[in-house]
C-alpha cells in the first residue's frame, strides 16, 4: 500500500517537474540579452501561478479541430451599424489628435479609429486576466508552448524596463495589452510615447500612435489602396484573393500591399477585411479619402 501511494507521489511529481520551467535558464537569457536582474526574473516566475480557466481553454483549443468563420459571418460581428457609428463618433471627438498621428506616421486615421474598434471597443471591453499567470499557463499548456514561453519573457522584460508591477497588470486571455492590444514583444518594438508621459497602452495618445507605428513599420504606403471587391472572380494573378461565403458563394478581392500590412496586425484575412470595411464607412462619413 505504502509502495503504491509513493508511486504515485513520484508519478505526478514527474509530471508536475515536466511541466516546469527552467527558471535558471530563463532568467540568464534575459539578464544576458537585456539586462534584466536574474533575481528580478526568478522572483517573477517562482511566483506566476496556472490559471485552471486558462489551462482549460488551453487543452480545449489544442484538441479541437482549427475552423475559420466564413468572412461575411465575420463581417456581421464588426461591420455594422452600431460600430460605424460609434466609430464616426470617435473620429469626430478626437479628430484634433487623430490628424497629429497621421502627420507623423501618414497612416489613414481611419484605418486606427476601425482597429481600437474591434480590438477593444475603444477601451470599452475591460481586460481581467492577470497577464503573468495567464501566458504562465499557455506556456506550459498551449500547443503554441514556444510562442508564449517568447512572449512571458518579453513580459519579464516589459515590467522590468518600465518598472511596472508584474503581479498586477491585465490583458486578455493571451496577455494581449491595453486599448491597441499588443502583445508583450510588441509593446517596445513599435510602442510610442506620443504624449511624452511615459509610455501607456492604456493611454489613448499612445494606442492610437502605437498602432500607427505598427502598420507604418510593417510597410504601409501612405494613400495606398487596401483592397477592391471585383464584380465576378474571373480575374487572376497573385493579388486576386477568392472567398466564399457562409452560402459557399464565391467573392473575389483584388488586394494591395496595405491589405497585407491589416492582416498583420491580427494574422488573419477575415480581421483585414473587417479593418478595411469598417475603416471605409467610417472614412466616407466623415468626408477623408
Known amino acids: ?26 532568467a540568464l537569457e534575459l539578464k544576458s540579452k537585456y539586462s534584466v536582474p536574474e533575481k528580478y526574473t526568478i522572483y517573477v516566475l517562482s511566483h506566476a501561478k496556472v490559471v485552471p480557466s486558462v489551462k482549460e481553454f488551453a487543452l480545449r483549443v489544442a ?17 455594422n451599424g452600431r460600430r460605424i457609428s460609434e466609430g464616426i463618433e470617435f473620429f469626430r471627438e478626437h479628430k484634433k489628435l487623430l490628424f497629429e498621428v497621421d502627420k507623423r506616421f501618414g497612416v489613414n486615421p481611419c484605418v486606427i479609429v476601425a482597429i481600437l474598434s474591434i480590438e477593444t471597443e475603444f477601451g470599452r471591453v475591460k481586460l481581467k486576466n492577470n497577464c503573468l499567470n495567464s501566458l504562465y499557463s499557455l506556456a506550459l499548456y498551449s500547443r503554441r508552448k514556444g510562442y508564449f514561453l517568447s512572449e512571458l519573457k518579453s513580459y519579464i522584460v516589459y515590467t522590468y524596463r518600465h518598472k511596472i ?64 471587391r471585383l464584380k465576378n472572380c474571373k480575374e487572376k494573378g497573385a493579388n486576386i484573393l477568392k472567398l466564399y461565403d457562409s452560402k459557399s458563394r464565391s467573392v473575389c478581392f483584388r488586394v494591395y500591399k496595405n491589405f497585407w500590412v491589416l492582416k498583420s496586425y491580427n494574422g488573419t484575412i477575415n480581421y483585414a477585411l473587417a479593418a478595411s470595411a469598417l475603416a471605409s464607412k467610417i472614412c466616407k462619413s466623415v468626408k477623408i479619402k
Open 1 to 26: 500500500m505504502v509502495k503504491g501511494l509513493l508511486a504515485l507521489f513520484y508519478f505526478f511529481l514527474f509530471l508536475s517537474l515536466a511541466h516546469a520551467l527552467d527558471l535558471n535558464s530563463i
Open 165 to 228: 508591477d508584474p503581479f498586477k497588470v491585465k490583458g486578455s486571455i493571451t496577455c494581449a495589452l491595453g486599448i491597441a492590444q499588443f502583445m508583450p514583444s510588441n509593446v517596445d518594438r513599435y510602442g510610442i510615447d506620443f504624449n511624452g508621459d511615459g509610455l501607456s497602452l492604456d493611454e489613448l495618445p499612445d494606442a492610437l500612435a502605437s498602432v500607427a507605428n505598427y502598420l507604418k513599420k510593417h510597410g504601409w504606403i501612405t494613400g495606398g489602396k487596401v483592397l477592391e
Open 63 to 79: 484538441h479541437a479541430p482549427e475552423t475559420v468563420m466564413p468572412f461575411d459571418k465575420f463581417m456581421q460581428l464588426f461591420v
